[in-house]
């Protein structure tokens, strides 16, 4: 799981086992996630990586390959997130499933944010695993096939990156995971889900 908490500079030893490979991409990961709470992610730049990090530039791109490649690696983490997020508030029979779906898209800014400034990375990340997690927590109150489950997350991704964008148009930063952003989202993955239960 990638932490919003920074971490600690590496002394700079060369990985050698994939155990320690593996330790420092999770340190890249966690310096790029931390990075990401006061920058956009369209704006985040190898350098800022590699000085929070602790790093040269070569060192970041000899571990983790591109900026890009963390960018994706944090976004599979904060999918992951949000779903177990969702998973929880479904528990809550009061609240419909797209008012559900937009509340926990809106309070991860990080994910939101990714989504909308790098809808290229969807096409590089493979997202069956987080599509299958998906599917298991609506089951109980959307049972959707494979086409429609496909369908609803191009939908989730074309309506976040849309609400967003406009969202963060006025904002320096990360625009606030305000009502209007919900309300927004909650209507628009209503009248979806609706077509896909017609």
């Not at 096409?123 to 494979?146: C, F, G, I, K």
């Not at 930063?173 to 952003?181: I, K, S």
Request: proline fraction near 5%; charge should be negative; aromatic fraction near 4%.
């Amino acid at each position: 799981m990638v932490s919003a908490n920074p971490p600690a500079a590496l002394a700079f030893v060369r990985a050698r086992s994939p155990q320690q490979r593996d330790e420092r991409v999770r340190h890249l990961a966690h310096a790029t996630r931390a990075l990401l709470d006061d920058t956009r992610a369209s704006e985040l730049t190898l350098g800022e990586i590699a000085a929070a990090a602790g790093l040269a530039k070569s060192g970041v791109l000899r571990y983790a390959g591109s900026r890009e490649a963390l960018l994706l690696l944090v976004m599979y983490h904060e999918h992951l997130g949000w779903v177990a997020d969702l998973d929880a508030h479904l528990a809550d029979e009061q609240r419909s499933l797209a008012k559900a779906l937009a509340h926990t898209l809106a309070q991860r800014p990080v994910l939101c944010d990714l989504i909308s400034a790098a809808p290229v990375l969807m096409n590089r990340l493979a997202p069956r695993d987080v599509e299958d997690r998906l599917n298991e927590t609506l089951q109980p109150r959307l049972p959707l096939d494979r086409q429609q489950l496909v369908l609803l997350t191009a939908a989730i991704h074309a309506f976040v990156g849309a609400v967003w964008g406009w969202a963060a148009i006025d904002s320096d930063t990360q625009p606030e995971p305000g009502t209007d952003l919900e309300l927004a989202l909650a209507a628009l993955l209503h009248t979806f889900i609706a077509g896909l239960q017609a």
